[in-house]
């Protein structure tokens, strides 16, 4: 069984396989308030995810209209052109590594 640790409203904010000091509270694995908030953990995960994803993307978009000419990239902020750089120089260097489609 998973042990619990609650904050001062008596809300659940932590779980461990192992009992402690700040664990010692027992809690059925199926039940309702500990299914609850894994699934809060799970949609926070997603989010992560994809705003990873959606980084690409605004990367991609940058480059795109800097290719077409709508924006110069020295109009940028200066941390914005070395951000860019940056992540140019490590998308070179990963090559293919980089390629999620192929060439089918």
Do not use: H
Not at 22 to 33: P, Q, R, T, V, Y
Not at 78 to 94: D, F, G, T
């Amino acid at each position: 069984m998973p042990y619990v640790r609650r904050d001062n409203q008596g809300k659940l904010v932590a779980i461990s396989v192992v009992p402690g000091e700040d664990f010692a509270e027992e809690i059925e694995a199926g039940s309702l308030e500990l299914t609850s908030f894994l699934a809060q953990g799970n949609a926070a995960n997603s989010l992560d995810s994809s705003d990873q994803d959606f980084v690409r993307v605004l990367e991609d978009v940058v480059g795109l209209l800097i290719d077409k000419g709508v924006i110069l990239f020295t109009e940028l902020p200066n941390s914005a052109q070395e951000k860019i750089m940056r992540r140019q120089q490590l998308r070179s260097k990963l090559g293919d590594k980089l390629d999620l489609i192929g060439d089918d």
